[in-house]
């Protein structure tokens, strides 16, 4: 059974950094890429970053550039994002997916697992 | 960046038909995914593929795309329907994933 698990959330002051793990079984995430999601309190879904399996290609959304980072352990079946300089607008339950166009070979994302999402709360 | 519009809700009831849009600019050129939300949740793969159903979905569940328009349609609606519904597709001149606003389904 496919399984994406969600851990590192909390709460973290404006300005401070967290570090989500998403740990894969039931597949081998190296023939697959990977995705981060969140989702604000009430509010849709918003993509925040894609690393492909081989991790040589990696997109952020333009509300998270430079300040995540995106990686993954292939070895350990498990998907990361650092979060630094975070904000109170990141305030979100993320949620890492697995990317199934991307065993056909091609970059057009779309989500066929994931995880039950990990609770970030950044607040003073 | 690529703009994905849909209604904030629609109302159905029981046993009727259901469309909920998703427009675009030139929607019909690319491929567009479908989520259902439950409250408390994760989003669920409902259509890929403008209209494949992934294994598991009822048949129920279909949709469509073209021009500037992707069509969600749940036929004989059923209680159980009622979520939040995103559609999805690539940005590929921003290399973006990028979901609408979502839709809330509501079964009366």
């Known amino acids: 059974e496919v399984q994406l698990v969600e851990s590192g959330g909390g709460l973290v002051q404006p300005g401070g950094s967290l570090r989500l793990s998403c740990a894969a079984s039931g597949f081998s995430i190296n023939t697959y890429s990977m995705n981060w999601v969140r989702q604000a309190p009430g509010k849709g879904l918003e993509w925040i970053s894609y690393i492909s399996g081989s991790s040589s290609t990696i997109y952020y959304a333009d509300s998270v550039k430079g300040r995540f980072t995106i990686s993954r352990e292939n070895a350990e079946n498990s998907l990361y994002l650092q979060m630094d300089s975070l904000r109170a607008e990141d305030t979100a339950v993320y949620y890492c997916a697995r990317d199934r166009s991307s065993i056909f070979g091609v970059v057009i994302p779309y989500f066929d697992y994931w995880g039950q999402g990990a609770l970030v709360t950044v607040s003073s | 960046s690529y703009v994905l519009t849909q209604p904030p809700s629609v109302s159905v009831a029981p046993g009727k038909t259901a469309r909920i849009t998703c427009g675009g600019n030139?929607?019909?050129?690319?491929?567009v995914h479908w989520y259902q939300q439950r409250p408390g949740q994760a989003p669920v793969l409902v259509i890929n593929y403008d209209s494949d159903r992934p294994s598991g979905i009822p048949e129920r569940f279909s949709g469509s795309n073209s021009g500037n328009t992707a069509t969600l349609t749940i036929s004989r609606v059923e209680a159980g329907d009622e979520a939040d519904y995103y559609c999805?597709?690539?940005?590929?001149?921003?290399?973006?994933?990028?979901f609408g606003g979502g839709t809330k389904l509501t079964v009366l």
């Open positions: 030139n929607i019909g050129s690319k491929s």
């Open positions: 999805q597709v690539w940005d590929g001149n921003n290399d973006h994933v990028v």
